[in-house]
Each structure stands twice: as structure tokens, then as C-alpha cells.
């Protein structure tokens, strides 16, 4: 079966910086996205990788694996409206989005 | 980044009656478009896929009769929920991508039946 991994909840602190990793096992690879919704509103996108490496985008960045199957999203100085649920997804070889359950990141002054 | 459009944002229907949902890309042609349910605290659910011109790839326990997609064309599909009752009542959110980029997604329709 598909299965994407990411922790259910994380606590940060204003400033700081916070890695949220997700683990995957698809059938096929056609790429990862990450990304934001705040409660109520529909997701916005954030990055996408389909090689491996990091790309960094300002405060956040994000990282593949595709030999582990793993990626994660580095958010640095950390600001109060980053509390949000992120969201992991992989394209899988039929071009459908597999979803992960989504972590949500909590960030105290 | 790429634009979809989705209509309504906030729609409250009597139950039995009918909702039509529209999902547009407009600065792209979406070969595929998904539509998605979610749950309060709960991830995104795909409901069903659709690849313009031909009929929809429902996800497993999903009614077809009861939620009609409609993709004809590259740039408008539409969701229909038909005779709505009280548990239909969710978020549905469409996203629209290209063979080989990333999904960009509509605004979201918070769905109420009363």
C-alpha cells in the first residue's frame, strides 16, 4: 500500500527554527510537495522536489531523499503566523497526489 | 504562481436540494483536476479525479450518482452534490495541475446543509 508519515503535532518557539520530516512509501515517484493550510482555508502551495537536495525558498526550506524515501521542511525565525497544519504529499506514477496526514506546528511567544 | 478559481466559497443549501461547485484554472490547462473532501482536524480526502473529456475515477466510497464531476474542458470542472443531506455538509477543495507540475488548489467551499 501508499503511506506517507509526518508527526501529528509540533511546538516551536517564536524565533526559532523547526524541521517537520515526512517519510514515504508510493507506488512510483513523480515528486513531493509541502504545503500551508491555516484551519478553515484551503492548502497553499510551498515547495516541490523531484530530485534530491534541498531548495530553499527565504525562511523555508526543503529536502529530498528519494533513496530513503524521506523529505522534511526547515522553517527558520520562526514568526506567529506559521501556526499552521503542513502538509506532505508525493505524486505517485499515475500523477495522483498522495496525502500525509498533516502536522501541525503550534509556535509560542 | 499558476491561479484556480473556485465558486463558491460559502454556499447553505436546503436539504434534498441540489449544489453545483465550479473549479477553474485560469492561466493553465488542467489535464487533470481532483476534487477533495475534508473533515474537521482531518487531511485532505480525494474524492474523485478527472481527466478532461472523459468521466471521473471515484476514490472507494464514493457515491457517483451522489457527486457528479463534470470535466469538460481543460479549464472547468464542476462538482454537483445532488440532494444534499446534513453529512454532506464539509469543505470541498478542487486542485488543478499539468502532467508534470505541482497541484494548485482552489479556495475551498465550506459546504452547509440545513
Known amino acids: 500500500g501508499q503511506n506517507i508519515d509526518q508527526p501529528t503535532e509540533m511546538t516551536a518557539t517564536e524565533g526559532a527554527i523547526v524541521q517537520i520530516n515526512c517519510t514515504y512509501q508510493?507506488?512510483?515517484?513523480?515528486?513531493l510537495f509541502w504545503y500551508q493550510q491555516h484551519a478553515g482555508e484551503a492548502p497553499t502551495f510551498l515547495s516541490y522536489?523531484?530530485l534530491d537536495g534541498l531548495e530553499e525558498k527565504g525562511r523555508f526550506s526543503s529536502f529530498l531523499s528519494r533513496s530513503k524515501g524521506y523529505s522534511y521542511l526547515l522553517l527558520k525565525e520562526l514568526q506567529m503566523k506559521d501556526s499552521a497544519s503542513y502538509l506532505c504529499?508525493?505524486?505517485?506514477?499515475?500523477?495522483?497526489?498522495?496525502w500525509g496526514a498533516g502536522t501541525k506546528l503550534i509556535i509560542k511567544p | 504562481g499558476a491561479v484556480v478559481s473556485q465558486h463558491p466559497s460559502r454556499v447553505i443549501c436546503k436539504s434534498g436540494t441540489s449544489v453545483k461547485i465550479e473549479c477553474r484554472s485560469l492561466?493553465?490547462?488542467?489535464?487533470?483536476m481532483f476534487w477533495y473532501r475534508q473533515f474537521p482536524k482531518q487531511s485532505l480526502m480525494l474524492m474523485a479525479t478527472?481527466?478532461?473529456?472523459?468521466?471521473?475515477?471515484?476514490e472507494q466510497g464514493v457515491e457517483k450518482d451522489k457527486f457528479l464531476i463534470n470535466h469538460a474542458s481543460l479549464t472547468l470542472s464542476t462538482l454537483t452534490v445532488t440532494s444534499a443531506h446534513p453529512e454532506d455538509s464539509s469543505f470541498y477543495i478542487c486542485?488543478?495541475?499539468?502532467?508534470?507540475?505541482?497541484?494548485?488548489f482552489g479556495q475551498g467551499t465550506r459546504l452547509t446543509v440545513v
Open positions: 522536489n523531484v
Open positions: 478527472s481527466n478532461e473529456g472523459s468521466k471521473a475515477t471515484y
Open positions: 486542485s488543478a495541475q499539468e502532467r508534470d507540475t505541482e497541484a494548485f
Open positions: 508510493t507506488s512510483g515517484f513523480n515528486g
Open positions: 504529499a508525493v505524486l505517485d506514477s499515475n500523477y495522483q497526489l498522495i
Open positions: 492561466d493553465f490547462q488542467a489535464t487533470t
